[in-house]
């Protein structure tokens, strides 16, 4: 039967990491995917991604919660240690690796697949890991390219629209919700939420808020305070080196407004520069991957079967 495990690690000596495994006891899995979620969210609001590959990939899913986000604690003993954590390359040096090297992911490599942020993340694994990542899958990745490529234009796009995430974060209220069932009501009405798929917005809510929870102050309020979503948005984008990158990489972006959004911008040209696969999902926006989860577990399975299939025929 199929199961999430939570496991904590700690790494980088003031981050317990909370880790969800989602796999099949009964079967041994095909294929690992190594799942990094967007800023703001958590690793279980893409459950339905990880139980479909799970269903009909045979995968086994490890999905970490990053700092500040989910279940993960970061300890305050240390400001400077704590303040380091809000930066993406040091999540993924600090944060990521250490976990893949802690649960021996090298062993038979992942499948990465990654959101916004995670996808950032991932590519930057791919570079200081390359024996774990055997190919990656990102969902509008906020990276950033050397000079050659980045226009001024697009450099001053991506400044402006890290400014304009942060400050909108900081600005937002962490109004409590009374139930699981009101938070996912009052979500629903919202414009961003609206085109998101049920149960992906369900698993969002339901693990992304306190619910159980001895401070009565803190219940139905988000995990992730708005005050570290806005410290975290500061922490990116993260600067890639294509040409570290050795395994095949899918770009995954939405359709919607995406001439005009920096991140697709700069998908775009990575693409061109490293012939790399890119999939554009017409009707959906930045949140793809809760507005069309089916599509996204389509792109994992064919990026497992080219990444596996790869490494087979150089045995």
């Known amino acids: 039967m199929d199961a999430w495990r939570t496991t904590t690690?700690?790494?980088?000596?003031?981050?317990?990491?909370?880790?969800?495994?989602?796999?099949?006891?009964?079967?041994a899995p095909h294929v690992t995917v190594l799942l990094l979620h967007a800023t703001g969210f958590h690793a279980r609001a893409y459950e339905v991604i990880a139980a479909k590959l799970v269903r009909e990939c045979r995968a086994r899913v490890v999905a970490p919660d990053l700092p500040f986000h989910g279940e993960t604690a970061v300890l305050n003993d240390g400001v400077e240690r704590a303040d380091a954590l809000y930066s993406w390359q040091n999540i993924a040096d600090r944060v990521v690796a250490p976990l893949c090297d802690a649960l021996r992911l090298d062993e038979r490599g992942v499948v990465?697949?990654?959101?916004?942020?995670?996808?950032?993340?991932?590519?930057?694994?791919?570079?200081?890991?390359?024996?774990?990542?055997?190919?990656?899958?990102a969902f509008e990745p906020i990276i950033r390219q050397d000079v050659e490529v980045e226009t001024v234009e697009l450099r001053v796009a991506f400044e402006a629209q890290r400014d304009i995430l942060s400050s909108t974060a900081q600005r937002r209220k962490n109004s409590p919700h009374e139930?699981?069932?009101?938070?996912?009501?009052?979500?629903?009405?919202?414009?961003?939420?609206?085109?998101?798929?049920?149960?992906?917005?369900?698993?969002?809510?339901?693990?992304?808020?306190?619910?159980?929870?001895?401070?009565?102050?803190?219940?139905?309020?988000?995990?992730c305070e708005p005050?570290?979503?806005?410290?975290m948005y500061q922490g990116g984008p993260i600067?890639?080196?294509?040409?570290?990158?050795?395994?095949?990489?899918?770009?995954?972006?939405?359709g919607l407004r995406r001439a005009q959004r920096p991140e697709c911008i700069s998908?775009?040209?990575y693409c061109v520069r490293t012939e790399s696969s890119l999939v554009i999902m017409p009707n959906a926006s930045h949140f793809g991957p809760f507005e069309d989860p089916n599509a996204i577990c389509e792109c994992v399975r064919r990026s497992a079967m080219q990444s596996y299939q790869m490494c087979n025929s150089k045995l």
Not at 16 to 21: F, I, N, S
Not at 181 to 205: S, T
Not at 227 to 231: C, D, G, I, L, T
């Open 227 to 231: 005050a570290n979503e806005a410290r």
């Open 112 to 137: 990465v697949f990654g959101h916004s942020m995670g996808g950032a993340v991932g590519h930057r694994l791919a570079e200081i890991r390359p024996r774990v990542v055997r190919s990656l899958v």
């Open 179 to 223: 139930t699981v069932q009101g938070a996912f009501e009052a979500h629903r009405g919202r414009a961003i939420f609206a085109a998101w798929h049920d149960d992906c917005l369900l698993a969002y809510v339901k693990y992304g808020f306190h619910w159980e929870t001895a401070v009565q102050s803190l219940r139905g309020t988000l995990l």
């Open 239 to 254: 600067h890639v080196h294509p040409t570290n990158v050795h395994c095949p990489v899918m770009m995954l972006m939405g």
């Open 267 to 269: 998908a775009e040209k």
């Open 9 to 27: 690690h700690e790494v980088c000596g003031g981050c317990r990491l909370a880790v969800h495994e989602y796999a099949n006891d009964d079967t």
